[in-house]
Each structure stands twice: as structure tokens, then as C-alpha cells.
């Protein structure tokens, strides 16, 4: 690793563990400020919900870690799905180290080792979390209209939609083209590109949804679990919302506190701001909880002890 690249990954280490507090901290204050009312929501809490929670983050994430397979058909190197899990759940670890980039390159190199050529796996990474993205941004547009009948009020949480532009403007061929170029410059690789069409681009956009929606699905089943007046538009709007504001915010570790500051920020217009941070806290856990599921199935998982042990 050259020197710049020690000197960036240091910078954006501390200013990320530097965020990532100052959100815990927003947070843990709205729990304080209600403590009354955050004992009472845990001795009433419904743990079945909370389980069925941790299912839906592990099938959420897991939807939208598949639709890499088909942003690497589409870059010109076709894959197993069975590989596609193993490296996604992994490399998905990679998100809660500080410095914002640890997640490409746990996913990238991965696919590196798995004889995917190192330009289409890195260029794969950056263009299937870009899509992921977008299309949460998208969701959550589309379910504002209807949150805003539960009383919802959208503060200051308006700039989680400017990635929406942007992420449309990047995914015309040549800013993609152009974009390939300089991820294979930082991260090495060879002239093997292959650009999607903009239609391709919007397609593979597109089939991230269902994720998300389990995303938002499983939030909401945290919420349940906590209490039984859990606004579902709100809650799910709030969920993909926080989830694009925490990735817009890329040096802190998994969106660690900004991603429950701003979901904290939207529920709590409909609800208590107690219960409201300990939904997000909830929310946290039940994702965790999902990742390193995924990381133990892809690692433990029949098929690959036995490629393990042909090789």
C-alpha cells in the first residue's frame, strides 16, 4: 500500500469512527431523554417478531447480494450463484471496518481469487453497490407520498435524495465507461471491459427492489416486536431511507449511527422518540444478527466444505 493510500485510509478511519459516535450519541440521548418509556417497551417486547426480523435482514440481504451475479453476467464474466453468496456474505463484513472502502475490497478480491479478472470484479462491486443504492433512493421516493398520511414529516432528511440523479447520470455508458477506467487505475486490472447498456443498467437498478422491501419488512417486524403501534409506511420508508443516507456517509463503518440518527429523525414524528431510537437500536442488531448468519451459511454451507476439500 503506498503512502497516500495509508495516509487516506487512516483520515477516513478516524473521521468515520468520529461520526459514527457523534450518531450513537444523538441516539443513545433520545433513549436518555425516555428512559421511562424504553424500559416499558422492552418488558413488553415480543420476541417472536424480533426472530422473524433477524429472517427477513438475512433474506434481504442476501436479495440484494444475488443481483451481483447478474451485474457480473453483465460485465462479461457469468458466475455460480453458489460463489456469488459465498463472496458477497463474506466480503459483506467488510462494511463495519472504518474507512468506507474495506467492503469493495472484500467483495472484489474474492471474486479475484474466485477467477473473476480483477477489473470486471472491482468495476462489478462499485457498479452492483451504486445500483443497490439507487434503487433504495428510488423506493424511498415512491414511498413518501404515502407515509406522509401517517403525519410522517421529512425534516432534514430531504439531501438522501440527491443520490437519485446522480446515480442515474452515472449510469449513462460513458460515465460508466469512464468511471471503470479510474476504479481500474486505483485497484489494477486490465483493459477487459465490458460497458451494460443504460436499459441493463436501469433493469439490474430495478431488481434490487425486492430486497429492500424485505429490508423495510424487516425493520418493521423489529418495530412490532417493540411495540404494537408501529406506523408500516413510516417505518419502512424511514428503514430504506436511513439505509441510503448511512452509504451516502461512506468513511463511517455500515452507516454506524448516521443511519440510526436518521431513521431516529423521521419516526420520531409519528411516535415517541424513545421508542423510536430503540426500533433503530433493534434495527441494528437484527442486521448484524443477519450478516454474520449469511457470512456462517455461505462458509459452512454443504456445497462449499465440499469444493474445500477437492481442492
Not at 57 to 70: E, N, Q
Amino acid at each position: 500500500m503506498t503512502t497516500s493510500r495509508r495516509r487516506y485510509a487512516a483520515v477516513s478511519a478516524a473521521l468515520g469512527t468520529v461520526l459514527a459516535v457523534a450518531g450513537l450519541a444523538f441516539v443513545i440521548a433520545t433513549i436518555l431523554n425516555d428512559r421511562s418509556a424504553y424500559g416499558d417497551v422492552l418488558r413488553q417486547a415480543r420476541w417472536g417478531w424480533a426472530v422473524l426480523g433477524v429472517a427477513l435482514a438475512l433474506l434481504g440481504m442476501s436479495a440484494l447480494g444475488l443481483v451481483w451475479h447478474s451485474v457480473l453476467a453483465a460485465l462479461g464474466a457469468p458466475t455460480k450463484r453458489t460463489d456469488v453468496f459465498a463472496w458477497y456474505q463474506v466480503g459483506n463484513l467488510g462494511k463495519y471496518v472504518p474507512g468506507g472502502v474495506f467492503q469493495v475490497l472484500g467483495r472484489a478480491e474474492l471474486a479475484t481469487r474466485g477467477g473473476v479478472p480483477r477489473s470486471i470484479a472491482y468495476n462489478s462491486v462499485a457498479l452492483s453497490m451504486g445500483a443497490t443504492y439507487l434503487c433504495g433512493a428510488l423506493l424511498a421516493a415512491l414511498l413518501l407520498p404515502f407515509a406522509l398520511t401517517e403525519h410522517l414529516s421529512l425534516g432534514r432528511v430531504w439531501w438522501v435524495f440527491l443520490v437519485i440523479p446522480v446515480g442515474l447520470t452515472a449510469l449513462h455508458p460513458r460515465v460508466l465507461h469512464t468511471l471503470f477506467l479510474v476504479a481500474e487505475k486505483a485497484f489494477g486490472g486490465s483493459d477487459q471491459r465490458q460497458v451494460p447498456t443504460a436499459r441493463t443498467s436501469l433493469l439490474l437498478v430495478a431488481r434490487h427492489a425486492p430486497g429492500w422491501l424485505l429490508n423495510g419488512l424487516a425493520c418493521y417486524a423489529v418495530a412490532l416486536a417493540l411495540t404494537r403501534d408501529a406506523p408500516f409506511l413510516t417505518i419502512m420508508f424511514a428503514a430504506i431511507a436511513s439505509w441510503v443516507a448511512g452509504f451516502l456517509v461512506v468513511v463511517v463503518p455500515g452507516g454506524i449511527g448516521v443511519r440510526e440518527a436518521v431513521f431516529v429523525a423521521v419516526v420520531q414524528t409519528t411516535m415517541p422518540g424513545g421508542t423510536a431510537a430503540t426500533i433503530a437500536l433493534a434495527s441494528r442488531l437484527a442486521f448484524v444478527s443477519g450478516d454474520l448468519l449469511g457470512a456462517g451459511l455461505a462458509l459452512l454451507s454443504p456445497w462449499r466444505v465440499r469444493r474445500a476439500r477437492a481442492a
